[in-house]
Nanobody, 125 residues
Framework: QVQLVESGGGVVQAGGALRLSCAAS????????MGWFRQAPGKEREFVAT????????YYADSVKGRFTISRDNAKNTVYLQMRSLKPEDTAVYYC??????????????????WGQGTQVSVSS
């Protein structure tokens, strides 16, 4: 069983920045691909960013490319999402997810088997 705990959400003005963290309980965290997803009110959960087990491969949604950066520290069992140049349309609950059966990054929500509880990010105009 893997527990994921997100932190770092909050309220920020447009153009601002936030860094989300996701701490994992798994001893084998370094073998998992990890991802960040988000869900805005009334919308489906959508892919934001993913990273492979070593951090050498990352993918981003077109809507965040160039503004968000995913990274990981396997020694700390933590994955991060640095968000810059935030826009009101980035407002959502952000979820961390673990892909425990594969080391390879994936953009597909269905490929992830463990999820955190989510952290709210609100961007005001």
């Amino acid at each position: 069983q893997v527990q994921l705990v997100e932190s770092g959400g909050g309220v920020v003005q447009a153009g601002g920045a936030l860094r989300l963290s996701c701490a994992a309980s798994a001893r084998t965290f370094s073998s998992y691909a990890m991802g960040w997803f988000r869900q805005a009110p009334g919308k489906e959960r959508e892919f934001v960013a993913t990273i492979n087990w070593s951090g050498s491969t990352t993918y981003y949604a077109d809507s965040v490319k160039g503004r968000f950066t995913i990274s990981r520290d396997n020694a700390k069992n933590t994955v991060y999402l640095q968000m810059r140049s935030l826009k009101p349309e980035d407002t959502a609950v952000y979820y961390c997810a673990a892909r425990s059966i594969s080391r390879f990054a994936s953009t597909a929500l269905s490929d992830y088997d463990y999820w955190g509880q989510g952290t709210q990010v609100s961007v005001s105009s």
